[in-house]
Every structure is written in C-alpha cells, then in structure tokens.
C-alpha cells in the first residue's frame, strides 16, 4: 500500500514560518522525486518545490528565497521549510512522488496566512 501523509500546516499570521512533512511508505522512497504542490480556492494546482533523487530542486518563481525543500532518505520523509509567509501562500498542499511517471498523491494539509 502506498502511502504519503503530510503534516505540519495550521494557521499562522503574516511573516511566520511552518515546516510541512511529508512521510512516504509503500515506494522506492530514493529513487522517486518528491514535490510540495498546492492548490488555493479558484485556482489551478501548481508546483511549489521539486527535490530529484540527485537532490536538485526547483522552486516556482513566487516561493524562491522564502521555501526550502528537503529530503531525508534514512527516514522517507520529504519537508517543506516555508519562512515569511504570505497570505498568497494560503492553499492545500500536497505532497507527490513520481518514479519514471508513476506518481502518488498524499491527502494535503491546510496553510491559512494571515494578516
């Protein structure tokens, strides 16, 4: 069974912080790239950070400098260090998986910014 279970959003004011987990079972953890998506009322799902098996990244231009992804292969779990936040970050964020374009959705968390 697969399973990817995200954790840590919850509610925070303007200029605050959260770290988002994303714990991953029944993969290959290591050999899939990992990615935060999220999805805000009346818009499209978009990419947030994307971490390849080589550990590259990639960040949409709105999250660069303020949003680190990472990962952690020992314990299967992938992060998402957001810093000064904005009330545009509010959204559900999802975490994916994707080996070769077999990809895996977790059920999303709630970020809600604000000011």
Do not use: H
């Amino acid at each position: 069974q697969v399973q990817l279970v995200e954790s840590g959003g919850g509610l925070v004011q303007a200029g605050g912080s959260l770290r988002l987990s994303c714990a991953a079972s029944g993969i290959f953890f290591s050999r899939n790239a990992m990615g935060w998506y999220r999805q805000a009322p009346g818009k499209q799902r978009e990419l947030v950070a994307r971490i390849e098996t080589s550990g590259t990244t990639q960040y949409a231009d709105s999250v660069k400098g303020r949003f680190t992804i990472s990962r952690d292969n020992a314990k299967n779990t992938v992060y998402l260090q957001m810093n000064s936040l904005k009330p545009e970050d509010t959204a559900v964020y999802y975490c994916n998986a994707d080996r070769w374009g077999v990809v895996y959705w977790g059920q999303g968390t709630q970020v809600t910014v604000s000011s």
